[in-house]
T-cell receptor
Framework: GAVVSQHPSRVICKSGTSVKIECRSL??????MFWYRQFPKQSLMLMAT?????????EQGVEKDKFLINHASLTLSTLTVTSAHPEDSSFYIC????????????FGSGTRLTVV | QQQVKQSPQSLIVQKGGISIINCAYE??????FPWYQQFPGKGPALLIA?????SEKKEGRFTISFNKSAKQFSLHIMDSQPGDSATYFC???????????FGKGTRLSVIA
C-alpha cells in the first residue's frame, strides 16, 4: 500500500528557532500534499495545499511567511515553522494524494512539535 | 471549507456491542467519504471509505451506511473490542486532488 514517511516524529525547540518537518511518499508519486495541524482533543485543521512544483495555497488565517511549505519533487514536501513560539506547539500531519487516477489520501504519522 | 458535522463527541460501548457514529455534510460536490481511526500521538489511519453510488459498504467488522438524499453517512463497528478504543473521524472531499474536510471526531471507549 501507499506509504508516507514523516520526520521527525517529535521535536522540541527553543522559542525563536525554526523547525523543518519532512514528508516523503515512499512508493508513489505525490502530486498533491496537504498539511494539517491538530491541537489536543481537536480535529485536523487544514493549513495548506501544495502541488509539486507550485506555490502552496494557504488556508485563511495561516501565515504563509511563518509556515513555509516546499514541494519541490513528487516524493518530498517540507513544512518549516519559522521563528517558532509556544503557541505553535501542536501535532502536524501531512497527507498525500498520487497520480494515475489513484484516489485516496495517505497520511504521515505526524510530528509533535513542542516550543519551549 | 464546507463543514462535516459528526456526532456523538464521545461514545462508551460495552465489549461485543455495536458502535455507531454519524456524520452529515452540506456540500453536494462531495463524492468521497472516508472514515479514519486515530490513536494518541499517531496519524489518522484509513478504516473504510465509500462513494455516493452505493448505500452500504462492509469491510470486516466495519460498515459504512450512506444516505445520499439525507446527506448523511455513518460508521458501524460490530462486535466492538477494547482495541477499537480510539478517536474516529469522518471526512469528505470533492473530486480531484481536493483536501479532506474532517468532522470533529468521536472518542470511542470500549469497556469490558
Amino acid at each position: 500500500g501507499a506509504v508516507v514517511s514523516q520526520h521527525p516524529s517529535r521535536v522540541i525547540c527553543k522559542s525563536g528557532t525554526s523547525v523543518k518537518i519532512e514528508c516523503r511518499s515512499l512508493d508513489f508519486q505525490a502530486t498533491t500534499m496537504f498539511w494539517y495541524r491538530q491541537f489536543p482533543k481537536q480535529s485536523l485543521m487544514l493549513m495548506a495545499t501544495s502541488n509539486e512544483g507550485s506555490k502552496a495555497t494557504y488556508e485563511q488565517g495561516v501565515e504563509k511567511d511563518k509556515f513555509l511549505i516546499n514541494h519541490a519533487s513528487l516524493t518530498l514536501s517540507t513544512l518549516t515553522v519559522t521563528s517558532a513560539h509556544p503557541e505553535d506547539s501542536s501535532f502536524y500531519i501531512c497527507s498525500a494524494t498520487g497520480t494515475g487516477g489513484r484516489r485516496g489520501y495517505t497520511f504521515g504519522s505526524g510530528t509533535r512539535l513542542t516550543v519551549v | 471549507q464546507q463543514q462535516v458535522k459528526q456526532s456523538p463527541q464521545s461514545l462508551i460501548v460495552q465489549k461485543g456491542g455495536i458502535s455507531i457514529i454519524n456524520c452529515a455534510y452540506e456540500n453536494t460536490a462531495f463524492d468521497y467519504f472516508p472514515w479514519y481511526q486515530q490513536f494518541p500521538g499517531k496519524g489518522p489511519a484509513l478504516l473504510i471509505a465509500i462513494r455516493p453510488d452505493v448505500s452500504e459498504k462492509k469491510e470486516g467488522r466495519f460498515t459504512i451506511s450512506f444516505n445520499k438524499s439525507a446527506k448523511q453517512f455513518s460508521l458501524h463497528i460490530m462486535d466492538s473490542q477494547p482495541g477499537d478504543s480510539a478517536t474516529y473521524f469522518c471526512a469528505a472531499s470533492a473530486s480531484g486532488n481536493t483536501p479532506l474536510v474532517f468532522g470533529k471526531g468521536t472518542r470511542l471507549s470500549v469497556i469490558a
